[in-house]
């Protein structure tokens, strides 16, 4: 059996998920996603952008690429030879593991020269990834102390640091005394999970699995069994203490009395989650038990803008402020796509957003999320717009996402507005089109010109303008008759 340091960060991320790409069958797996194939030319692209600036100087080993023995001792040849630097060098341990053989392999961007002693001599190597992340998670960690301990087994002596660069090009040194004794523990569990072959169970959770080629097989398995990780709210840890009161179905977790629940959850939280089952069971929207005293105030107004961005995180753009001015007096709709299409028309549309909005400016501007507040407020830094602009902008604005997950609990498996508009009864013209496919989209029109995809991006960021003005509408309403 071999277990890769790319296996062991899939089974820190989620069990399931190294449990399925060593048992799975591959013909269930998602296709590739555009989006999650720019992340990886990105970070291909930023290990080059190191390797030329730090380490110009780097050998690699030589041997066919598909045979790991072979690359694992042109390694060993070139740490013999006291080579600086290696790029792609291959580490490769065999592990007796409750009577299996298991080849541990680790393949660190590059193992880096230094004075010390080792079996080679009066140097030792230490080993260095690159990683597009801008924080040092601790699953970099563990993979840097993972390829730490390979070394060991290598050249004698554990390496005297593990060195991570991240994205702004900062080198953080990893506490190998702290991290190698958690990593053999994930190890190890890693290693028996899978020589017993133990399947964990599906858990799906919407930030870990929405990326995963994984996702549709979990989550028709999820669907069939109404899982309660489907309910919003439930956590791993939630989930556990429901299994110990024996509540294992969203049924169950309606008709549970929060009492009941909130010695081991708190009562708050038993209250919501009862009420979000009870929810989901009756197919009908609750107003939330905290909310009763503090009813939210949605305003009304002739005009109102709907405000909805498409950003590039990559280049710190945004480079659509798509805007949808309704008019309740003539019954007018129009949507005003405030596009860059260039990189540097930034500024333009920003000025352009300025002018649209000020030109009703008593006008409320609803928007989904906190992220259109907080990009006004970068916009207006970056471009110098005064304060005296800005503020009565941002007192304008009015986050239907804040307003909807404090007052009202919907039969919806995530409070994005694609599941609530979607239970309204708005529906998106192009289906599963997500923000992640236009980051695609408009980088590919940024290479090919092709208009097709900047249509695309347009079409899709006024349904999420219109899935906004959907939003605001039923909520007015419930909020009235409630
Ligand atoms: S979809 Fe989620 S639960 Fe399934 S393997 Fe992927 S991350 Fe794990």
């Known amino acids: 059996m071999l277990l890769t340091d790319a296996l062991l960060l899939d089974y820190k991320r989620c069990q399931r998920r190294a449990f399925l790409n060593t048992y799975g069958n591959r013909q269930q797996q998602d296709p590739e996603r555009d989006f999650l194939l720019k992340l990886r030319q990105e970070s291909q692209i930023h290990v080059e952008k190191v390797l030329l600036e ?4 780097y050998q690699r080993p030589e041997a066919d690429l598909s045979n790991p023995k072979a690359l694992a001792q042109a390694t060993e040849v070139l740490m013999l030879e006291g080579v600086s630097c290696i790029y ?9 593991f409750q009577g299996h053989s298991i080849d541990l392999l680790g393949t660190p961007h590059l193992l880096i020269k230094q004075p010390g002693q080792s079996k080679f001599g009066d140097w030792q190597y230490y080993s260095t990834s690159i990683q597009l992340g801008r924080r040092p998670k601790p699953e970099y960690k563990m993979i840097a102390a993972y390829h730490a301990d390979l070394l060991m087994s290598i050249q004698g002596v554990t390496p005297k640091t593990a060195q991570i660069i991240l994205r702004r090009h900062h080198p953080t040194f990893v506490e190998l005394d702290i991290w190698i004794p958690r990593m053999q523990e994930t190890l190890f569990d890693c290693m028996e999970m899978l020589v017993k072959k133990q399947e964990p169970e599906v ?6 699995c929405s990326l995963c080629h994984w996702h549709t097989h979990c989550y028709t398995i999820a669907q069939s069994q109404q899982h309660l990780s489907l309910v919003p709210g439930i956590t791993p840890n939630r989930y556990e203490s429901l299994q110990t009161l024996g509540v294992f179905t969203v049924e169950a977790l309606a008709a549970t009395s929060p009492n009941n629940l909130g010695e081991l959850i708190g009562l708050e939280v038993a209250s919501q989650l009862q009420q979000q089952a009870q929810s989901i069971v009756e197919n009908r929207a609750f107003r939330k038990h905290n909310s009763s005293k503090h009813w939210p105030n949605i305003p009304n107004s002739p ?7 498409e950003a590039e995180p990559e280049q710190n753009l945004d480079y659509l402020l798509g805007v949808l001015r309704v008019n309740h007096l003539d019954n007018t709709q129009i949507f005003y796509p ?13 000025q352009n957003f300025l002018k649209l909005v000020n030109t009703d400016p008593k006008a409320p501007i609803f928007h989904f999320s906190e992220y259109e507040v907080e990009t006004i407020k970068r916009l207006a830094y970056l471009y110098g717009t005064p304060v005296s602009e800005i503020y009565p902008i941002l007192a304008r604005c009015v986050d239907l996402h804040q307003k909807v997950t404090q007052f009202v609990t919907l039969p919806v498996e995530s409070y994005s507005l694609k599941s609530l508009a979607n239970w309204i009864g708005f529906h998106w013209r192009d289906q599963g089109v997500s923000g992640d496919q236009c980051v695609c989209w408009y980088d590919q029109w940024l290479k090919t010109g092709d208009r097709n ?12 303008c219109r899935a906004t003005f959907h939003l605001k509408n039923w909520m007015s309403h419930f909020f009235l008759d409630s």
Not at 203 to 208: P, V
Not at 303 to 309: G, S, V
Request: proline share 2%; net charge negative.
């Open 453 to 464: 995809f900047l249509e695309a991006i347009l079409r899709y960021n006024e349904d999420d």
């Open 303 to 309: 005009i109102e803008f709907y405000f909805d961005i």
């Open 54 to 57: 730090f380490y110009p100087d």
């Open 338 to 350: 405030l596009l860059a299409e260039k990189t540097e028309d930034e500024k333009i549309i920003w």
């Open 203 to 208: 858990f799906i959770s919407r930030q870990r």
């Open 88 to 96: 792609h060098g291959v580490l490769l341990r065999s592990h007796s």
